[in-house]
């Protein structure tokens, strides 16, 4: 299984709560205006790596408190993120996905709903430039939602999480 990437970081503070291993998806088809990572969008763009080669590298990274799915959009990628995320959940792993889609919209579509399923928080939304903010945690614009994945599924509403 092979999956595009634009990059990881080993060690960030700012996507997610504690330190966490960064992957970075490449590919995104939102067109936030305004958007910081306009590199990320095309999906011939970065590298075409093996899924199983960056689980190593994030298994073989010591300290880390979880790690974070970012792009990009990873959920334009959902069966190969799955894959990664069901490797890192074996491990205990805490994963956190950002995206562009609204939750509503994955859990209407089968893959993306089986990428949420192996995620533990999902800070969901498009980037809006009228709402944009560096008040909130691991947010960019007042729109976008920390999700707690599991109790939203049990509960089947949206529940969010104050960071
Ligand atoms: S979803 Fe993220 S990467 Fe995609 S256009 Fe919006 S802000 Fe940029």
Redesign the pocket.
Known sequence: MKVRISGVVKESIVDGPGIRFVVFAQG?K???PG????Q??DFNGGNFVEADSIVEKILNTSNIDGVTFS???PFFQAEEFEYIAKKLKKKNLHILA???YLYEQIVRDEKMKKLLENVDVLVDG??VKEAKTYKLAFR?SKNQRIINVNASIKKNQVITIDY
Do not use: Q, R
């Open positions: 995104c939102h067109g936030c958007c910081h990572n306009p990320t969008h792009g990009g959009d950002y995206t562009g498009p980037f960019g």
